[in-house]
């Protein structure tokens, strides 16, 4: 079974900085993509960013310039390094792992969720 544990997350104030950590477990042997979410209250799950196994990367406009993602594919894990962030980061963030190889098992996994809270 794939697990997804995410850490990293807690309170900031505005234009303060969190890296958020995410390591896949599970006899995996190849993870295709990885990205977070976040789901601020109210508010559907959305995309943040994502990165492919080569290194691809892909972010949402709101952002670009502020956060930077990142893998580390022989400990199957993914980073979100946030800088200045904004009251409206304000979310539960997810860990996401699509085209997930891991013994039997193809598919994704989601993460548990961890809370960035950022203070006025």
């Known amino acids: 079974q794939v697990q997804l544990v995410e850490s990293g997350g807690g309170l900031v104030q505005t234009g303060g900085s969190l890296r958020l950590s995410c390591v896949a477990s599970?006899?995996?042997?190849?993870?295709?993509?990885m990205g977070w979410y976040r789901q601020a209250p109210g508010k559907q799950r959305g995309l943040v960013a994502a990165?492919?196994?080569?290194?691809?990367?892909n972010y949402i406009d709101s952002v670009k310039g502020r956060f930077t993602i990142s893998r580390d594919n022989a400990k199957n894990t993914v980073y979100l390094q946030m800088n200045s962030l904004k009251p409206e980061d304000t979310a539960v963030y997810y860990c996401n792992a699509l085209g997930v190889v891991a013994g039997d098992y193809r598919g994704g996994a989601w993460g548990q969720g961890t809370l960035v809270t950022v203070s006025s």
């Open positions: 599970g006899s995996i042997f190849s993870i295709n993509v």
């Open positions: 990165i492919s196994s080569s290194g691809r990367t």
